[in-house]
């Protein structure tokens, strides 16, 4: 594979020729073409499909083009790898309501999680809270790398909003002796955020109506987003009888439901299937070091698949590195999970449970140009990945012969070598 630049600076048009595309959402094109124009993709077609003059045309003879990897329950950036108490920003233990809370408050881009997301093919994290509290806060979707800060990485700030039941928050508080000790505690603590929520926005209707002013509360804002469709709610839950509380809530106070871990979601995947609720499944690379895991197995994903139920895969990034999202998808296939769904659940199935699907998760006009050239089929475990591209940048390049990819830092964008003038730059660069 090679390319017919190794410029930093992105062309308008960036020209993908040659490679096996896969478009996840259609039939795969032997030979096809997928063409990018300013971020976003303008055709995907044989090839036969025109190259508009001037693009940069990347060469793809001999690997497979597919749609970034959507990890749609991460923490990176929130929960630093290998920086300890200092880098972990995940749960904010101090309110079991953290409505208010948001994760892009905490996140650090510079996290070496991010370069890891490139070299494993994720282009687009959901990045979470943590499950110590009853609700952790709000969730944003972020493109794994090319801004200059977090916010020019953000592809949503509503996404939705996370929360946990079982043993999490019980430990929590309970060890504080203050409510949520119990799972009774913890879904009493969501009916009566949810009332105080319904009661705020009656409120806040009525003084509007009135012409009158309102006290605004961040807290109960986002509830009330939640309740008027507005948020996902991210459920954290293992055990099949938390996932049934989940049902119960989310019917009682008519909110989406996105069940997140389904370790026990097996046993009850016709319900599941019934009502239309997805599952974000995972983390599989991990022991069961706790009760509520003891029915952990790969296989399980394979099960929830075959009942209807449309799934995603999750790393938990850190409690599995994020580049093993796509190891997880190999072991699943292995397990009995068919390799099309495999491949739906990193890619469509993500960005449609969270509401991303009209920028990411496929190779089709109008999305994002989030583009990653494999060696081969992402499913086979010999398979790496060569070039990533997001919105047309191109953000992992080959590496040198012999070498691994690498990935294009930031300052490259503006022409420097290095983000220290200390490394032996001319003055003014």
Known sequence: MSSSTTSTTASSTVAFVGGHVVPVAAEAIPGGTVV???????????????????????????????????????????????????????????????????????????????????????????????????IGGRTVA???????????????????????????PKRVYGDRKQTPATRLGVAAVLREAFVAAQNYVARRDAALADGKPFDRNLTHETLAAVLAGELAWDQHAHRHDDITTAIRLAEEFGYRLVVNHGTEAHKIADVLAEKGIPVIFGPMLTSRSKVE???????????????????????????????????????????????????????????????????????????????????????????RVRQVFIGGREVLRPGAAGRAPEVVERWERFGRTAWSPLTGEEAGR
């Open 142 to 168: 972020l493109k794994a790398w090319g801004g200059r800060t977090v916010d020019e990485q953000v592809l949503s700030a509503d996404v939705s909003v996370k929360s946990a039941l079982g043993e999490n």
């Open 293 to 383: 895991l003891r029915d952990r197995a790969i296989r399980n994903l394979a099960l929830v698949a075959a009942a209807g139920v449309q799934v995603a895969i999750t790393t938990d990034h850190p409690v599995v590195p994020i580049e093993q999202l796509v190891l997880q998808a190999q072991l699943a296939v292995r397990e009995g999970l068919p390799s099309q769904v495999a491949l739906e659940a990193l890619t469509t199935n993500p960005a449609a449970i969270l509401g991303l699907d009209a920028h990411v998760g496929a190779l089709a006009e109008g999305r994002d140009g989030d583009v990653v050239l494999w060696s081969g089929d992402p499913l086979a475990l010999d398979s």
């Open 36 to 134: 990018v124009t300013d971020g976003v993709i303008t055709a995907v077609g044989d090839s036969g499909t025109p190259v508009p003059d001037g693009a940069r045309v990347v060469d793809a003879s001999g690997s497979w083009v597919l749609p970034g990897f959507v990890e749609s329950h991460g923490h990176l950036g929130v929960h630093e790898d290998g920086e300890g108490w200092s880098g972990n920003d995940t749960n904010e233990m101090t309110d079991p309501n953290g409505a208010r809370f948001r994760a892009l408050d905490g996140i650090d881009i510079e996290e070496l999680g991010f370069r890891d997301a490139l070299r494993g093919g994720v282009t687009t994290i959901v990045v979470k809270p943590g499950s110590g509290n009853p």
